[in-house]
Protein backbone atom coordinates (compact mmCIF):
# COMPACT_ATOMS: atom_id res chain seq x y z
CA UNK A 1 0.00 0.00 0.00
CA UNK A 2 2.70 2.33 0.61
CA UNK A 3 4.34 1.62 -2.60
CA UNK A 4 0.99 2.60 -4.15
CA UNK A 5 0.52 5.68 -2.05
CA UNK A 6 4.24 6.91 -3.20
CA UNK A 7 3.48 5.77 -6.82
CA UNK A 8 0.43 8.32 -6.09
CA UNK A 9 2.39 11.06 -5.45
CA UNK A 10 4.64 10.77 -8.18
CA UNK A 11 2.40 10.64 -10.73
CA UNK A 12 0.42 13.37 -9.84
CA UNK A 13 2.65 15.65 -8.02
CA UNK A 14 2.28 18.33 -10.45
CA UNK A 15 -1.01 18.87 -9.18
CA UNK A 16 -0.40 18.37 -5.52
CA UNK A 17 2.16 21.44 -5.58
CA UNK A 18 -0.17 23.49 -7.92
CA UNK A 19 -3.13 22.84 -5.26
CA UNK A 20 -0.39 23.65 -2.40
CA UNK A 21 0.87 26.41 -3.70
CA UNK A 22 -2.32 28.40 -4.91
CA UNK A 23 -3.96 27.90 -1.65
CA UNK A 24 -0.71 28.52 0.43
CA UNK A 25 -0.96 31.59 -1.79
CA UNK A 26 -4.48 33.03 -0.83
CA UNK A 27 -4.41 31.62 2.67
CA UNK A 28 -1.35 33.69 2.87
CA UNK A 29 -3.07 36.57 1.74
CA UNK A 30 -5.66 36.36 4.08
CA UNK A 31 -3.80 35.64 7.63
CA UNK A 32 -1.92 38.43 6.44
CA UNK A 33 -4.81 40.85 6.60
CA UNK A 34 -6.10 39.03 9.96
CA UNK A 35 -2.24 40.12 11.35
CA UNK A 36 -2.59 43.42 11.00
CA UNK A 37 -6.07 44.08 11.88
CA UNK A 38 -6.17 44.26 15.55
CA UNK A 39 -3.61 46.94 14.51
CA UNK A 40 -5.07 48.65 12.11
CA UNK A 41 -8.21 48.83 13.41
CA UNK A 42 -7.36 49.93 16.92
CA UNK A 43 -5.28 53.08 14.82
CA UNK A 44 -8.06 53.92 12.09
CA UNK A 45 -11.29 52.92 13.45
CA UNK A 46 -14.04 51.32 12.60
CA UNK A 47 -15.10 54.19 10.48
CA UNK A 48 -12.26 54.63 8.34
CA UNK A 49 -11.67 50.93 7.70
CA UNK A 50 -15.06 50.48 6.36
CA UNK A 51 -14.96 53.62 4.07
CA UNK A 52 -11.72 51.46 2.66
CA UNK A 53 -13.62 48.53 2.43
CA UNK A 54 -16.68 50.10 0.77
CA UNK A 55 -14.15 52.13 -2.24
CA UNK A 56 -12.27 48.64 -2.26
CA UNK A 57 -15.56 47.56 -3.40
CA UNK A 58 -15.85 49.92 -6.40
CA UNK A 59 -12.69 49.40 -7.38
CA UNK A 60 -13.17 45.40 -7.60
CA UNK A 61 -15.75 46.29 -10.50
CA UNK A 62 -12.59 47.52 -12.49
CA UNK A 63 -10.43 45.04 -11.46
CA UNK A 64 -13.36 42.80 -13.30
CA UNK A 65 -12.91 44.70 -16.18
CA UNK A 66 -9.20 44.79 -16.68
CA UNK A 67 -8.96 41.14 -16.30
CA UNK A 68 -12.24 40.64 -18.38
CA UNK A 69 -12.08 36.28 -17.55
CA UNK A 70 -8.78 35.55 -19.55
CA UNK A 71 -7.70 33.49 -16.80
CA UNK A 72 -9.54 30.18 -17.78
CA UNK A 73 -8.70 30.47 -21.52
CA UNK A 74 -5.36 31.41 -21.32
CA UNK A 75 -4.62 28.75 -19.03
CA UNK A 76 -6.28 26.67 -20.88
CA UNK A 77 -3.55 27.33 -23.87
CA UNK A 78 -0.63 27.57 -21.74
CA UNK A 79 -1.62 23.97 -20.23
CA UNK A 80 -1.44 22.47 -23.94
CA UNK A 81 0.44 24.92 -26.12
CA UNK A 82 4.47 25.38 -27.39
CA UNK A 83 6.55 27.98 -26.51
CA UNK A 84 4.68 30.64 -29.34
CA UNK A 85 1.76 29.83 -28.13
CA UNK A 86 2.76 30.97 -24.38
CA UNK A 87 4.01 34.42 -26.05
CA UNK A 88 1.27 34.86 -28.19
CA UNK A 89 -1.39 34.47 -25.33
CA UNK A 90 0.51 36.73 -22.75
CA UNK A 91 1.18 39.86 -25.58
CA UNK A 92 -2.43 39.51 -26.02
CA UNK A 93 -3.59 39.09 -23.01
CA UNK A 94 -1.36 42.30 -21.62
CA UNK A 95 -2.45 44.55 -24.27
CA UNK A 96 -5.84 43.85 -23.89
CA UNK A 97 -5.49 44.78 -19.83
CA UNK A 98 -3.66 47.87 -20.87
CA UNK A 99 -6.48 48.68 -23.19
CA UNK A 100 -9.10 47.93 -20.75
CA UNK A 101 -7.24 49.68 -17.71
CA UNK A 102 -7.40 53.31 -19.95
CA UNK A 103 -10.86 52.57 -20.32
CA UNK A 104 -11.37 52.50 -16.18
CA UNK A 105 -9.30 55.29 -16.01
CA UNK A 106 -11.71 57.30 -17.54
CA UNK A 107 -14.22 55.67 -15.73
CA UNK A 108 -12.73 56.25 -12.73
CA UNK A 109 -12.43 60.17 -13.24
CA UNK A 110 -16.32 60.25 -14.13
CA UNK A 111 -17.12 58.75 -10.66
CA UNK A 112 -14.87 61.19 -9.11
CA UNK A 113 -16.57 64.30 -10.31
CA UNK A 114 -19.70 63.15 -10.22
CA UNK A 115 -20.28 61.78 -6.13
CA UNK A 116 -19.38 63.84 -2.91
CA UNK A 117 -18.72 60.54 -0.99
CA UNK A 118 -15.63 59.92 -3.96
CA UNK A 119 -15.17 63.68 -4.32
CA UNK A 120 -14.86 64.20 -0.54
CA UNK A 121 -12.36 61.47 0.01
CA UNK A 122 -10.91 61.39 -3.47
CA UNK A 123 -7.06 60.92 -1.98
CA UNK A 124 -7.82 57.55 -0.44
CA UNK A 125 -10.17 56.75 -3.68
CA UNK A 126 -7.17 57.54 -5.51
CA UNK A 127 -4.62 55.18 -3.61
CA UNK A 128 -7.56 52.31 -4.02
CA UNK A 129 -7.47 52.83 -7.57
CA UNK A 130 -3.94 52.50 -7.83
CA UNK A 131 -4.27 48.96 -7.47
CA UNK A 132 -5.58 48.03 -10.66
CA UNK A 133 -1.98 48.64 -11.97
CA UNK A 134 -0.98 45.04 -10.38
CA UNK A 135 -3.99 43.68 -13.12
CA UNK A 136 -2.16 44.19 -16.16
CA UNK A 137 1.23 42.29 -14.56
CA UNK A 138 -0.43 39.65 -12.59
CA UNK A 139 -0.82 36.43 -14.67
CA UNK A 140 -1.59 34.06 -12.06
CA UNK A 141 -3.64 31.88 -14.79
CA UNK A 142 0.20 31.38 -16.90
CA UNK A 143 1.58 29.53 -13.34
CA UNK A 144 -1.80 27.89 -12.96
CA UNK A 145 -0.99 26.32 -16.45
CA UNK A 146 2.53 25.48 -16.37
CA UNK A 147 1.68 23.86 -12.85
CA UNK A 148 4.26 26.48 -10.90
CA UNK A 149 2.51 28.29 -8.63
CA UNK A 150 4.83 28.13 -6.55
CA UNK A 151 7.14 30.80 -7.86
CA UNK A 152 4.22 33.25 -7.52
CA UNK A 153 4.01 32.42 -4.02
CA UNK A 154 7.08 33.02 -2.75
CA UNK A 155 6.76 36.17 -4.95
CA UNK A 156 3.36 38.09 -3.34
CA UNK A 157 4.44 36.45 0.32
CA UNK A 158 8.18 38.59 -0.08
CA UNK A 159 6.32 41.50 -0.79
CA UNK A 160 3.43 41.08 1.78
CA UNK A 161 6.35 40.54 4.71
CA UNK A 162 8.48 44.09 3.38
CA UNK A 163 5.01 45.63 3.55
CA UNK A 164 4.62 45.21 7.24
CA UNK A 165 6.87 47.16 8.68
CA UNK A 166 5.85 50.11 7.03
CA UNK A 167 2.22 49.99 8.40
CA UNK A 168 3.45 49.70 11.72
CA UNK A 169 5.68 52.68 11.56
CA UNK A 170 3.33 55.09 9.45
CA UNK A 171 -0.21 54.69 10.64
CA UNK A 172 -0.59 56.46 13.91
CA UNK A 173 -4.53 58.16 13.34
CA UNK A 174 -7.84 57.97 12.04
CA UNK A 175 -6.66 59.51 8.74
CA UNK A 176 -3.42 57.58 7.93
CA UNK A 177 -6.31 55.13 6.16
CA UNK A 178 -4.92 56.80 3.67
CA UNK A 179 -1.51 55.46 4.12
CA UNK A 180 -2.73 51.67 5.07
CA UNK A 181 -4.72 51.88 1.01
CA UNK A 182 -1.23 53.18 -0.75
CA UNK A 183 0.92 50.59 1.04
CA UNK A 184 -1.56 47.82 -0.05
CA UNK A 185 -1.29 48.97 -3.82
CA UNK A 186 2.14 49.79 -4.32
CA UNK A 187 3.29 46.13 -2.59
CA UNK A 188 0.60 44.29 -4.99
CA UNK A 189 1.40 46.33 -7.79
CA UNK A 190 5.23 45.78 -7.22
CA UNK A 191 5.06 41.92 -6.72
CA UNK A 192 2.91 41.89 -9.56
CA UNK A 193 5.26 43.88 -11.88
CA UNK A 194 8.09 41.43 -10.87
CA UNK A 195 6.27 38.04 -11.30
CA UNK A 196 5.43 39.92 -15.00
CA UNK A 197 9.02 39.73 -15.24
CA UNK A 198 10.16 36.20 -14.04
CA UNK A 199 7.77 35.05 -16.96
CA UNK A 200 9.62 35.94 -19.25
CA UNK A 201 12.84 35.08 -17.85
CA UNK A 202 12.53 31.84 -16.30
CA UNK A 203 10.14 30.60 -19.37
CA UNK A 204 11.79 32.12 -22.42
CA UNK A 205 8.74 34.38 -23.25
CA UNK A 206 8.81 36.97 -25.66
CA UNK A 207 7.02 39.58 -26.46
CA UNK A 208 4.96 38.69 -29.79
CA UNK A 209 3.64 41.45 -31.72
CA UNK A 210 -0.21 41.81 -31.94
CA UNK A 211 -3.05 43.53 -33.58
CA UNK A 212 -5.68 45.04 -31.93
CA UNK A 213 -7.81 42.67 -34.17
CA UNK A 214 -6.26 39.70 -32.50
CA UNK A 215 -7.13 41.19 -28.90
CA UNK A 216 -10.85 41.84 -30.33
CA UNK A 217 -10.41 38.60 -31.14
CA UNK A 218 -9.84 37.27 -27.98
CA UNK A 219 -12.48 39.55 -25.99
CA UNK A 220 -14.96 38.07 -28.48
CA UNK A 221 -13.24 34.40 -27.78
CA UNK A 222 -13.52 34.86 -24.07
CA UNK A 223 -16.89 37.29 -23.53
CA UNK A 224 -18.54 34.89 -21.72
CA UNK A 225 -16.03 34.25 -19.13
CA UNK A 226 -16.07 38.01 -18.89
CA UNK A 227 -19.77 38.34 -18.23
CA UNK A 228 -19.93 35.58 -15.55
CA UNK A 229 -16.87 37.33 -13.88
CA UNK A 230 -18.84 40.50 -14.11
CA UNK A 231 -21.95 39.20 -12.71
CA UNK A 232 -20.26 36.92 -9.96
CA UNK A 233 -17.84 40.13 -8.77
CA UNK A 234 -21.00 42.24 -8.94
CA UNK A 235 -23.26 40.42 -6.54
CA UNK A 236 -20.55 39.68 -4.13
CA UNK A 237 -19.42 43.33 -3.91
CA UNK A 238 -22.78 44.47 -4.46
CA UNK A 239 -23.54 42.71 -0.73
CA UNK A 240 -20.57 44.87 0.65
CA UNK A 241 -22.14 48.17 -0.95
CA UNK A 242 -25.54 47.45 0.84
CA UNK A 243 -24.27 46.67 3.53
CA UNK A 244 -22.46 50.08 4.15
CA UNK A 245 -24.64 51.92 2.16
CA UNK A 246 -27.77 50.66 4.44
CA UNK A 247 -26.51 50.19 7.65
CA UNK A 248 -23.19 52.09 7.71
CA UNK A 249 -19.32 51.83 7.06
CA UNK A 250 -18.67 50.59 11.15
CA UNK A 251 -21.33 47.34 10.18
CA UNK A 252 -19.71 46.78 6.67
CA UNK A 253 -16.18 46.73 8.94
CA UNK A 254 -18.13 44.05 11.13
CA UNK A 255 -19.03 41.88 7.60
CA UNK A 256 -15.22 42.32 6.49
CA UNK A 257 -13.98 40.37 9.63
CA UNK A 258 -16.48 37.91 9.10
CA UNK A 259 -15.74 37.79 5.67
CA UNK A 260 -11.97 37.08 6.45
CA UNK A 261 -13.12 34.44 8.95
CA UNK A 262 -15.07 32.71 6.07
CA UNK A 263 -11.98 32.55 3.39
CA UNK A 264 -9.52 30.81 5.49
CA UNK A 265 -11.30 27.50 5.56
CA UNK A 266 -12.47 28.13 2.06
CA UNK A 267 -9.41 28.29 0.54
CA UNK A 268 -8.11 25.13 1.70
CA UNK A 269 -10.77 23.60 -0.91
CA UNK A 270 -11.35 26.37 -3.26
CA UNK A 271 -8.35 25.47 -5.28
CA UNK A 272 -8.80 21.93 -5.92
CA UNK A 273 -10.79 22.46 -9.47
CA UNK A 274 -8.25 25.36 -10.42
CA UNK A 275 -5.62 22.94 -9.64
CA UNK A 276 -6.92 20.00 -11.16
CA UNK A 277 -7.82 21.78 -14.45
CA UNK A 278 -4.42 22.11 -16.34
CA UNK A 279 -3.77 18.60 -15.97
CA UNK A 280 -6.96 17.30 -16.63
CA UNK A 281 -8.21 19.72 -19.51
CA UNK A 282 -7.61 17.11 -22.47
CA UNK A 283 -8.89 14.43 -20.70
CA UNK A 284 -12.65 12.51 -21.25
CA UNK A 285 -13.12 13.59 -17.61
CA UNK A 286 -16.84 13.08 -17.37
CA UNK A 287 -17.07 9.73 -15.63
CA UNK A 288 -14.96 11.37 -12.42
CA UNK A 289 -17.27 14.35 -12.46
CA UNK A 290 -19.82 12.42 -10.29
CA UNK A 291 -16.97 11.28 -7.83
CA UNK A 292 -15.65 14.40 -7.38
CA UNK A 293 -18.55 16.70 -6.47
CA UNK A 294 -19.72 13.94 -4.17
CA UNK A 295 -16.07 14.34 -2.39
CA UNK A 296 -15.99 17.77 -2.61
CA UNK A 297 -19.50 18.60 -1.13
CA UNK A 298 -18.09 16.39 2.15
CA UNK A 299 -14.98 18.91 2.06
CA UNK A 300 -17.69 21.53 2.56
CA UNK A 301 -18.87 20.68 5.10
CA UNK A 302 -15.88 20.23 7.09
CA UNK A 303 -14.84 24.07 6.42
CA UNK A 304 -18.18 25.06 7.40
CA UNK A 305 -18.12 22.76 11.00
CA UNK A 306 -14.04 24.51 11.16
CA UNK A 307 -15.71 27.85 11.46
CA UNK A 308 -18.67 26.83 13.09
CA UNK A 309 -15.92 25.52 15.76
CA UNK A 310 -13.04 27.89 15.55
CA UNK A 311 -15.00 31.09 14.09
CA UNK A 312 -15.79 32.16 17.90
CA UNK A 313 -12.07 32.34 19.09
CA UNK A 314 -10.77 33.86 16.34
CA UNK A 315 -13.03 36.87 16.86
CA UNK A 316 -12.78 37.43 20.55
CA UNK A 317 -8.75 37.18 19.60
CA UNK A 318 -8.85 39.86 17.09
CA UNK A 319 -11.45 42.36 18.58
CA UNK A 320 -11.77 41.00 22.42
CA UNK A 321 -15.68 39.96 21.78
CA UNK A 322 -16.52 43.51 20.67
CA UNK A 323 -17.44 42.24 16.97
CA UNK A 324 -19.37 38.94 17.96
CA UNK A 325 -21.64 39.48 15.22
CA UNK A 326 -18.99 39.00 12.49
CA UNK A 327 -19.32 35.61 14.08
CA UNK A 328 -22.61 34.61 12.69
CA UNK A 329 -22.07 36.37 9.89
CA UNK A 330 -18.83 33.81 9.11
CA UNK A 331 -21.18 30.64 9.56
CA UNK A 332 -24.19 31.44 7.17
CA UNK A 333 -21.36 32.33 4.51
CA UNK A 334 -19.74 29.47 5.13
CA UNK A 335 -22.62 27.94 3.30
CA UNK A 336 -21.23 29.32 0.05
CA UNK A 337 -18.55 27.05 0.15
CA UNK A 338 -20.18 24.31 -1.10
CA UNK A 339 -21.42 26.16 -3.45
CA UNK A 340 -17.95 27.28 -4.92
CA UNK A 341 -16.86 23.60 -5.05
CA UNK A 342 -20.44 22.09 -7.01
CA UNK A 343 -20.36 24.55 -9.14
CA UNK A 344 -16.42 25.18 -9.94
CA UNK A 345 -16.23 21.13 -10.77
CA UNK A 346 -19.35 21.60 -13.34
CA UNK A 347 -18.03 24.31 -14.80
CA UNK A 348 -14.25 22.99 -14.75
CA UNK A 349 -15.08 19.23 -15.50
CA UNK A 350 -18.39 19.39 -17.26
CA UNK A 351 -19.13 22.76 -19.12
CA UNK A 352 -15.84 23.90 -20.38
CA UNK A 353 -14.35 20.97 -21.80
CA UNK A 354 -17.60 20.34 -23.79
CA UNK A 355 -17.39 24.52 -24.77
CA UNK A 356 -20.43 25.08 -22.94
CA UNK A 357 -18.84 28.45 -22.27
CA UNK A 358 -22.91 30.23 -22.23
CA UNK A 359 -23.91 27.78 -19.73
CA UNK A 360 -21.21 29.16 -17.57
CA UNK A 361 -22.45 32.63 -18.08
CA UNK A 362 -26.48 31.44 -17.48
CA UNK A 363 -25.20 30.27 -14.21
CA UNK A 364 -24.30 33.13 -12.95
CA UNK A 365 -27.08 35.14 -14.41
CA UNK A 366 -29.61 32.88 -12.44
CA UNK A 367 -27.25 33.66 -9.45
CA UNK A 368 -27.41 36.95 -10.37
CA UNK A 369 -30.77 37.58 -10.26
CA UNK A 370 -31.45 35.31 -7.70
CA UNK A 371 -29.84 37.17 -5.18
CA UNK A 372 -31.19 40.44 -6.29
CA UNK A 373 -34.74 39.17 -5.88
CA UNK A 374 -34.00 37.34 -2.61
CA UNK A 375 -32.41 40.27 -0.83
CA UNK A 376 -34.99 42.62 -1.84
CA UNK A 377 -37.44 40.40 -0.85
CA UNK A 378 -35.57 39.71 3.10
CA UNK A 379 -34.65 43.28 3.38
CA UNK A 380 -38.54 44.19 2.72
CA UNK A 381 -39.42 42.15 6.24
CA UNK A 382 -36.04 42.55 7.72
CA UNK A 383 -33.52 44.96 7.30
CA UNK A 384 -30.35 43.68 8.96
CA UNK A 385 -27.02 42.94 7.24
CA UNK A 386 -28.19 39.13 8.11
CA UNK A 387 -30.78 38.99 5.09
CA UNK A 388 -28.05 40.29 2.60
CA UNK A 389 -25.49 37.92 3.38
CA UNK A 390 -28.18 34.76 3.64
CA UNK A 391 -29.38 36.34 0.59
CA UNK A 392 -26.05 35.65 -1.17
CA UNK A 393 -25.82 31.59 0.60
CA UNK A 394 -29.65 31.01 -1.04
CA UNK A 395 -28.53 32.58 -4.38
CA UNK A 396 -25.61 30.36 -4.61
CA UNK A 397 -27.97 27.36 -4.22
CA UNK A 398 -29.54 28.86 -7.12
CA UNK A 399 -26.72 28.08 -9.08
CA UNK A 400 -26.24 24.36 -7.85
CA UNK A 401 -29.93 23.83 -8.67
CA UNK A 402 -29.29 25.23 -12.39
CA UNK A 403 -26.05 23.62 -12.80
CA UNK A 404 -27.41 20.11 -11.81
CA UNK A 405 -30.67 20.43 -14.34
CA UNK A 406 -28.12 21.57 -17.09
CA UNK A 407 -26.25 18.53 -17.12
CA UNK A 408 -29.77 16.37 -16.44
CA UNK A 409 -31.30 17.79 -19.42
CA UNK A 410 -28.50 17.65 -21.66
CA UNK A 411 -27.47 14.20 -20.44
CA UNK A 412 -23.88 15.47 -20.64
CA UNK A 413 -21.98 13.04 -17.64
CA UNK A 414 -23.68 9.90 -19.75
CA UNK A 415 -21.85 11.15 -22.90
CA UNK A 416 -18.73 10.04 -21.92
Known amino acids: MLTRFNSLLRNN ?9 MTILQIVNTFFYLLIYPFVLGVVGLEAFGLY ?5 IIAYFSVIINFGFDMHAAKVVSLGDNYEHSKILSLVTLGKSILFLSCVVLFLG ?15 VFCFINCVSSIFLHSWFFQGKQKMKYLTVIQLLFKVVSLPFMYVFLEKADDIYIYALIISLANVGSAIVSYLFIYYKFDVQLVSSSTREVFSLFVEVKHFFWSAAANAFKQKSIEIIIGALFGMKVLAIYDLANKIYSVPSLLVSNINAALFPKMVGLPVGLLAKRIIIIES ?3 IVAIFSVVVFGYYVVDILSEDKLIDAYYVAIIMSFNIVTYLVVGACIYFIFIPKMMYDLVFRNQIVSFVSFYVICSLLLFFYESMYSVVLSMVLAGFAEILFCFYQIKKRKLLSQY
Do not use: M, Q, T, W
Open 53 to 57: VFFSS
Open 298 to 300: LLA
Open 13 to 21: YAIISNYAH
Open 111 to 125: LIYSFDIFKNNKELF
